[in-house]
């Protein structure tokens, strides 16, 4: 059985899913299982599919109802012990060395990497943290691009909410780590290239995301919600504005000074005697 399953998902995306097959050909071995889930395209990505079985282990092209529906096909047809998602476009490292990838692989339910995030005007590496927390995942999320799951993990908690739209793997990670307590470990290497050009990386995106991600917390962590909410406000830039100013010396005695003011003003009294 192979070790790990590599699911790309496309839909009309053949360019991006040549630059994927050419880099997971760099590292295809018998540990590594490739499956492709298409959602009939119509543009010439059947075409590279067909012209890639040497590659392919195992793939379908039929039409689904979103991106999440297609992942959670490719999670009932992979075999490996850990799964990993490199979506069309997605492709690994260059110059990755795949068997210090292999050789983390001791079992533990979530294994992130670290990944290279590209967009317009956009390029900076995401470093997981050493300790994963929920409160962590309230603020943010793991890459699913650079995280390999354990295949058994999605047995326990179940596959994708395919209800959501662009947060569903962000909910599973939350169900694993604050519900059923799935072991963690960072692997500090470069694993893998994710390009911002979705949904996700547009302003309707970003919007539908915090909606999504509101509606989760509030009817399946209910506990936490007042926490949510208070964090972001704290993320706010007025918040962050007000904290600046409170640290600001400059501010401080400005604020002290208007106070003095004021009491001078309304109560008549001198500022000296407010010394």
């Not at 072991?183 to 949904?199: E, F, H, T």
Request: proline share 1%.
């Amino acid at each position: 059985m192979a070790s790990i399953s590599v699911i790309t998902v496309n839909y009309n995306n053949a360019e991006g899913l040549r630059r994927t097959f050419d880099s997971v050909a760099e590292h295809k071995t018998s540990d590594l299982e490739y499956i492709v889930v298409d959602g009939n395209s119509d543009d010439d990505s059947l075409v590279l599919i067909e012209g890639a079985t040497s590659l392919i282990d195992q793939w379908i092209s039929e039409k689904d109802e979103g991106i999440y529906q297609a992942m959670n096909k490719g999670i009932a047809m992979a075999q490996g012990e850990y799964v990993l998602f490199l979506n069309s476009g997605d492709h690994f490292t260059q110059g990755l060395d795949l068997t210090k990838v292999f050789d983390a692989l001791d079992g533990t339910g979530l294994i992130a990497c670290d990944i290279h995030v590209r967009g317009t005007g956009i390029d900076y590496l995401k470093e997981h943290p050493e300790t994963l927390t929920f409160s962590y995942l309230m603020e943010d999320t793991l890459a699913h691009q650079s995280v390999l799951i354990r295949r058994e993990l999605f047995q326990e908690i179940g596959s994708y909410d395919e209800s959501l739209k662009i947060t569903a793997d962000w909910k599973f990670f939350m169900h694993a780590i604050g519900l059923h307590r799935a072991s963690y470990k960072r692997l500090p290497l470069v694993l893998s290239y994710y390009y911002l050009d979705g949904i996700s990386a547009t302003g309707p995106g970003s919007n539908m995301r915090k909606a999504e991600r509101r509606r989760v917390i509030r009817e399946e962590f209910a506990y936490f919600y007042q926490d949510y909410r208070k964090l972001k406000l704290m993320g706010s830039n007025r918040f962050k504005m007000l904290t600046e100013l409170e640290n600001s010396k400059f501010a401080r005695k400005f604020n002290s000074f208007m106070l003095r003011l004021g009491l001078f003003i309304f109560r008549g009294k001198r500022l000296k005697d407010l010394e």
